[in-house]
């Protein structure tokens, strides 16, 4: 892999990475798209570019099933064209894989050797195993789902797995996808009730042929530019507030809403609405049959888009010698690395007051009531990790960057209230800055939880305070109810705690608050 010695620029402030770069390139049905990661720091990978081109290679198919002159001449095209992208970033590890349109062309043995000819990417065919298995793979190594469906359809051709404890069970290709329901079912323009019901039968009895599938009850994790995309219209529609669609979910009467509201539209109409993207106004339909059909004949009623598909899981499998099965706080911890050194925040100093917020977190749980305390202990563990993220932007209005930052990015293993809910702790500076910021989101939380939150957000605000000069002296803690109304904290130093002490009487009265009570300090330094 190449090797590059950077330094990222942001706010005035410098950060050094090194990075190694390799590159999927993804010959889909509909789309051909071009992808360079970059590995960093913590280990894990993100994205350098991502450059798509919609090539609809699936209507080049002829009758005998080879894939037209027209068609390899259009795919050479592109290539060649991503050959000069990777050559200008200096990237020589390249993936490059298709899909169901060449799989089912029967002159792929043709095209392997002119794309080998022509550009000198060895061209890998995926089969409909290992097509099911990189999306699965994305989905169970990015998102909270632990048991699930997933869906990932391209313009030639439908993935289905099924998977429980993340591990794979079952697993189907179908050999249709938007761009060839939408050629065999789809003349008129809108489609008419007639075309719409012989779609729907179709679907139907393509979908009786898994009976592992029906009413498994689990929700449904759909890839793809199609499913983004109604993610995206359904964003606009509920004018949702925070930025992001990697693990935003939708009801199954969400998904029906969107299926009549685009059903009744022309082509032209769809390619005005909001969130759709011109270029897939045409197939948005047949897709939206399929993902309601799926979610029918399973029974789920939860309809969730994940970001991470084949492209990802390809690349994770790339960077992985083995079979790793993480569970969705090993997926959170891996993100919240990757933000503490995007953010250039030291790991050991975030760890340290990870520690000192447990402590605090456990101690204070005893004198107030918390729902769900052992999860909200997560929380507030990775929001003194993460608190003042901001920091990096401006230290005067470090809360508001922090709230701003952690509510609007991907996360993932977080779904998006609990991605807020993080926000809320990882920026709290008081009650006041709290209800602000819980405002547009004032119907998603009840007033307990936003209580909690307070807790939480005052608990990681002392913790970090314990650690204000990160030399991370503080050992223990000590706390305790010396009368009705007065708390005493004994904090256990190795070394001279004036910066912690100054701080900490600073910031104690957040928690005196939640508690209702006054807290002395008593700071201890051990010989």
Request: glycine fraction near 6%; charged fraction near 25%.
């Amino acid at each position: 892999m190449n090797q590059l010695r950077l330094i990222s620029i942001q706010s005035g402030r410098r950060m050094e990475m090194t990075k190694e770069k390799w590159a999927v390139i993804d010959i889909g049905s509909n789309t051909i798209r071009l992808v360079i990661y970059a590995k960093i720091l913590s280990g894990s990978y993100k994205e350098a570019e991502n450059i798509k081109t919609v090539a609809r290679l699936n209507q080049y198919l002829n009758q005998d099933n080879d894939l037209s002159k027209e068609g390899i001449a259009l795919l050479i095209d592109i290539l060649q064209g991503f050959k000069e992208i990777l050559a200008f970033h200096q990237v020589t590890k390249i993936h490059c894989t298709a899909t169901a349109t060449v799989r089912q062309s029967k002159n792929q043995v043709e095209i392997q050797a002119l794309v080998k000819e022509k550009t000198g990417f060895d061209m890998k065919i995926l089969s409909e195993k290992e097509e099911a298995f990189f999306g699965y793979y994305a989905v169970s190594h990015s998102t909270p789902i632990d048991t699930g469906v997933t869906i990932d359809m391209g313009g030639g051709s439908t993935e289905i797995t099924y998977f429980e404890n993340r591990k794979l069970i079952h697993y189907h290709s179908f050999p249709f996808g938007v761009v060839s329901l939408k050629k065999q079912f789809i003349k008129n323009n809108p489609i008419t009730e007639q075309e719409r019901k012989g779609l729907s039968d179709f679907i139907q009895d393509s979908l009786k042929q898994l009976p592992w599938l029906k009413n498994l009850q689990v929700p449904v994790i759909a890839i793809g530019g199609s499913a983004r995309n109604i993610a995206q219209i359904d964003q606009t529609l509920k004018k949702y507030p925070i930025a992001g669609i990697h693990q935003y979910v939708m009801s199954y009467s969400d998904l029906q809403k969107i299926q009549m509201y685009l059903g009744q539209l022309t082509i032209e109409q769809l390619e005005k609405v909001e969130g759709l993207s011109k270029d897939r106004a045409d197939i948005i339909v047949p897709a939206l049959e399929v993902f309601v059909g799926l979610c029918e004949y399973s029974q789920s009623f939860s309809f969730m888009f994940s970001k991470k598909g084949l492209r990802d899981g390809i690349s994770l499998k790339t960077s992985e010698t083995d079979d790793v099965f993480l569970d969705t706080d090993q997926i959170v911890q891996n993100s919240v690395a990757e933000l503490l050194i995007d953010y250039g925040v030291a790991p050991a100093h975030a760890s340290h007051r990870a520690k000192l917020a447990e402590i605090l977190f456990e101690k204070t749980s005893t004198y107030y009531h918390c729902e769900n305390k052992q999860a909200l202990s997560k929380f507030v563990k990775k929001g003194a990790e993460l608190y003042y993220l901001g920091q990096y932007i401006d230290d005067d209005s470090s809360s508001q960057h922090t709230f701003y930052l952690l509510a609007n990015q991907s996360i993932n293993g977080l779904f998006h209230k609990d991605r807020l809910k993080l926000a809320y702790i990882a920026s709290f500076k008081n009650k006041t800055l709290l209800k602000q910021y819980f405002t547009p989101f004032s119907n998603w939380f009840t007033k307990k939880e936003m209580e909690d939150i307070r807790m939480a957000g005052a608990v990681a605000k002392l913790a970090t305070a314990l650690d204000a000069s990160k030399r991370g002296i503080v050992k223990n803690i000590h706390f305790e109810e010396a009368s009705n109304d007065l708390m005493q904290l004994t904090i256990y130093c190795e070394g001279n705690p004036f910066v912690e002490q100054y701080e900490t009487e600073k910031h104690i009265r957040q928690l005196e608050k939640v508690l209702q009570k006054a807290i002395h300090l008593k700071f201890i330094q051990y010989a």
